[in-house]
Nanobody, 122 residues
Framework: VQLQASGGGLVQAGASLRLSCAAS????????IGWFRRAPGKEREFVAA????????YYANSVKGRFTISRDNAENTAYLQMNNLKPEDTADYYCAARYSGSYYGQQGYEYWGQGTLVTVSS
């Protein structure tokens, strides 16, 4: 499955952004989707994930209550709604797809999109 992330940009602290992850090539609903991010000088980390049907969602503690992951299987797209953004949310954000395995571990994700840069100014 091919993934393309979009929606990043430069915003001020407290603002909102919605990232999109458009999929093509395989049956989108066969894959759970995860969002990860890599901040400058740091390792890539888990942000959020959503099950194949969208019934279950998972979040890193650092974004819980501020970010919401969702998906539209009819549109082959997943989303990451980011509210109350903070400067520490500045990072390249990646979406990824996995057929099975842990939602949190990067190793289980078979397909990755390119990053979309989110910059939050204070």
């Amino acid at each position: 499955v091919q993934l393309q992330a979009s929606g990043g940009g430069l915003v001020q602290a407290g603002a909102s952004l919605r990232l999109s992850c458009a999929a093509s090539g395989r049956t989108f609903s066969n894959y759970a989707i995860g969002w990860f991010r890599r901040a400058p000088g740091k390792e890539r980390e888990f942000v959020a994930a959503i099950s194949k049907t969208g019934d279950s969602t998972y979040y890193a503690n650092s974004v819980k209550g501020r970010f919401t992951i969702s998906r539209d299987n009819a549109e082959n797209t997943a989303y990451l709604q980011m509210n109350n953004l903070k400067p520490e949310d500045t990072a390249d954000y990646y979406c990824a797809a996995r057929y099975s395995g842990s939602y949190y571990g990067q190793q289980g994700y078979e397909y990755w999109g390119q990053g979309t840069l989110v910059t939050v100014s204070s």
